[in-house]
């Protein structure tokens, strides 16, 4: 499902489980620390990601209604991998590893991959 919001552009929604949506942005891009204070203002976090089959449902939606990437909840913070919300990564088969950088580093994902990119770069997000 797909809205228009005046203010903050289009956004399109899909489940990932019966208890978690998620929520695409576009036409609204942000550096990854403005994304995530956009999200938490507004709704609850930038997306996080449990597993492999969470990250083939939001890249369907991608693939669907996006050709731009967009920023989620993964970054790398001292050295390992959190999400915004705090948890840990613990499953990392559908993930690949960011290059060795002292440079922050945030996840974005496309329809057809999840890459690591500059967290000040502007780019659409996702939000649960």
Known sequence: MCFISLSSGVCCTAALSRLRQFHLYENKTLNWTDAQDFCRENYTDLVTLYNQEESEQLKQLMASNSSYKAWIGLHR????????????VNDTAWLPLPSPSTEPMCATILK????????????????Q
């Open 77 to 88: 913070k001292e050295h390992s991998l959190k999400w915004s919300n705090g948890d840990t």
């Open 112 to 127: 057809d991959n999840t890459t690591w990119e500059n967290c000040t770069e502007q780019k659409n997000f996702v939000l």
